[in-house]
């Protein structure tokens, strides 16, 4: 949902320190798209173990023991209090020439009171 969208725009923002911003709606009504904006990132594909460095050394999340269906298949994902990363892969996420690593396309989820349980038991 389109809100939905949005809310993840939010929480990517928070949690990555990015600046990804709302820009408007496009599109007949048959077919709207959102159009957002995001700094151009600049590097190559982020490595499996920049990803889990990252997220769990420097952002705190636990990595899942797998990706509950969100995202590509071979995707990790990283539970942290109340959000949980998913789609986290080499397609989409940078390492700059400078060593920072950016996401730039994963769906991170803001957690309903008590779904953090959830997750903690797989």
């Known amino acids: 949902?389109?809100?939905d969208y949005l809310?993840?725009?939010?929480?990517?923002?928070?949690?990555?320190?990015d600046n990804l911003s709302f820009v408007g709606?496009?599109?007949?009504?048959?077919?709207?798209?959102?159009?957002t904006r995001q700094n151009i990132v600049?590097?190559?594909?982020?490595r499996w173990e920049e990803i889990v460095r990252l997220m769990v050394d420097e952002?705190?999340?636990?990595?899942l023991r797998h990706n509950h269906g969100i995202g590509y298949d071979d995707s990790y994902?990283?539970?942290?209090?109340?959000?949980?990363?998913?789609?986290?892969?080499?397609?989409?996420?940078?390492?700059?020439a400078d060593g920072i690593i950016v996401p730039v396309d994963c769906i991170p989820v803001r957690l309903p009171a008590g779904?953090?349980?959830?997750f903690d038991r797989f």
């Open 7 to 17: 809310e993840r725009l939010i929480l990517q923002n928070e949690i990555f320190a």
């Open 25 to 35: 709606v496009c599109g007949e009504s048959d077919g709207r798209r959102i159009i």
């Open 77 to 96: 994902a990283f539970v942290r209090d109340n959000a949980v990363v998913f789609d986290m892969r080499p397609a989409n996420v940078f390492a700059t």
């Open 59 to 63: 952002l705190g999340f636990s990595k």
């Open 115 to 118: 779904m953090r349980d959830f």
């Open 1 to 3: 949902m389109p809100l």
């Open 42 to 46: 600049e590097g190559r594909a982020g």
